[in-house]
């Protein structure tokens, strides 16, 4: 029966392999509370054994978009499952949830053992820089749905948090200090933007971007902060969160603030990355609207009170992370303000 299967494009056995090669990738990001192993029909998680008195479950669900034509194309398939993982995990980590497992979905015009286990060996190292558990997920071989040699992945996370910390912006209040963590580079939002910009100048990937080539510039994958904010967000100072994603800044930011408040950025205080200044020159776009599509070297944004400004940079600074005090709430009407173009 299997022939026949492969006759009408899917190789069972292919898909074996892959499964087999994956295991001692899946294998790094156990936690005590997961359930049997890789291959069930389900995956289970074992809540009753969280420190928890009234956990919320938070979940999230997302892809990496047209990034992952780029590193199709490069044939560079083992960070790709990092920015999978970090586009759903960096979400629900700002309601003050931490990750508990993830669940990915690979979907391929042919399955090649080989490049299926590089992307989930970066699906497992974006969980194990996150501290869950990739409990499952499904590989789909679908020749008559996406072309020689492509695919997509996307994947699902679930984090917890108890009810009384469930952060929802509500405490945030004029006064309030914004602090900002440093991206990687681009993460995964504004690709079809960046390829087009790579396309329209002819733009070769062995050039290069400061002291790097266009391809690793371009590639990088998203960072995940879980690691940074943990001890923020058990020591209950935080106000609000958040993920810059699509949208950038001018979308991202307000989404968090209450009405009536405003949040007032000064861009003069975050240390410029290379990659951004060489999208404004060769795509010739407006400073601003790019706040409106990148995240400028800013990934990730907690929200907090002047007088706790001093401890949480403490805390970031033992995580190894640098804070980066890039504004203030005020009451306003406009949602936000962008100075130091």
Request: net charge negative.
């Amino acid at each position: 029966m299997s022939e026949a299967y492969k006759s009408s494009g899917v190789d069972i056995h292919a898909g074996y392999e892959s499964v087999e090669r994956m295991k001692k990738h899946v294998a790094r990001t156990m936690r005590q509370e997961v359930l049997g192993g890789l291959g069930g029909f389900g995956a289970a998680f074992d809540l009753s054994q969280l420190n928890m008195k009234a956990p919320v479950l938070v979940s999230g669900t997302d892809g990496v978009g047209t990034k992952l034509r780029l590193a199709i194309d490069a044939d560079r398939h083992d960070t790709i499952g990092i920015d999978a993982v970090a586009m759903c995990v960096n979400d629900i980590l700002t309601t003050g949830a931490l990750p508990l497992y993830f669940l990915d979905y690979l979907a391929l015009n042919k399955v090649d053992p080989a490049i299926v286990e590089q992307i989930v060996k970066g699906v497992a190292e974006g969980c194990v820089q996150s501290e869950c558990a990739l409990i499952g997920g499904e590989t789909a071989e679908m020749g008559d749905m996406y072309h020689a040699g492509d695919y997509d992945i996307a994947g699902f996370a679930v984090g917890a948090v108890e009810k009384e910390d469930y952060i929802t912006g509500e405490k945030i209040q004029a006064g309030d200090v914004i602090i900002g963590l440093q991206s990687s580079g681009i993460h995964s939002n504004g690709y079809s933007l960046v390829r087009k910009i790579i396309r329209d100048n002819n733009i070769d990937l062995e050039s290069r971007i400061g002291d790097r080539t266009v391809l690793d510039t371009v590639i990088e994958p998203t960072r995940l902060y879980v690691k940074a904010v943990k001890a923020v967000i058990q020591s209950k100072k935080v106000h609000g969160m958040c993920h810059i994603t699509g949208g950038g800044f001018i979308e991202n930011i307000p989404r968090v603030l209450p009405a009536g408040l405003s949040a007032q950025i000064d861009v003069s205080a975050i240390p410029e990355q290379p990659v951004f200044r060489w999208l404004e020159e060769q795509g010739q776009l407006d400073r601003l609207e790019m706040y409106n599509v990148f995240n400028m070297g800013i990934g990730f944004v907690i929200i907090t009170a002047q007088e706790d400004k001093a401890a949480v940079l403490e805390m970031l600074q033992a995580a190894g992370e640098e804070g980066i005090v890039m504004g203030t709430i005020a009451a306003h009407q406009d949602p936000i303000t962008i100075t130091g173009l």
